[in-house]
């Protein structure tokens, strides 16, 4: 129960932000789709922290089977996106860099300098279906984004999928 509990107080913080985000960036895109909550109320208070003051997360539940996703480009990444992706973009996941067991997803483009991220996104899975449902609001984003290439692992059947 404490798990779950600790699950709905970071969703409930990450909600809180991106709607502080969507009010001071109004050109930037976001997207976010919680799990359900077993409560109605959740409140976040200076109990919920561990001792550097970082919200405490638990594992993962949801009734529903809808997945938590979250997926944020800004404008300057749709811009860099529609100059430079058309011809190819590069899927990258990393994985643990945070205690939170999500993967971490960067959507790349070769710019005239280097490579550059143009759309960031954390699914709660790294499942085909997952990555499909977030390139689809990727691209209702951006219409006129068709990549004649992509690249992603070798060997990772969900990317290969879902592209």
């Not at 359900?36 to 001792?51: F, G």
């Not at 404008?75 to 973009?89: D, F, K, N, P, V």
């Not at 971490?104 to 143009?118: D, G």
């Amino acid at each position: 129960m404490m798990k779950i509990r600790n699950t709905n107080i970071d969703q409930a913080v990450v909600e809180q932000l991106v709607s502080k985000w969507r009010k001071e960036y109004p050109n930037n895109d976001f997207f976010l789709r919680t799990k359900k909550r077993n409560d109605a109320t959740v409140e976040v208070n200076s109990d919920d922290s561990d001792e550097m003051g970082n919200f405490i997360m638990g594992d993962s539940y949801n009734a529903d089977g809808e997945k938590f996703h979250y997926v944020h480009q800004t404008a300057l990444q749709r811009r860099l996106l529609e100059l430079y992706g058309s011809e190819i973009c590069l899927m990258d996941v990393t994985y643990r860099t945070t205690r939170y067991a999500l993967p971490l997803y960067f959507i790349c483009v070769p710019s005239n300098v280097n490579y550059i991220t143009v759309d960031s996104f954390i699914p709660e899975t790294k499942s085909t279906s997952s990555l499909v449902e977030v390139l689809t609001i990727l691209k209702s984003w951006n219409p006129k984004w068709k990549p004649v290439f992509f690249m992603c692992d070798y060997a990772d059947e969900e990317e290969i999928n879902a592209l």
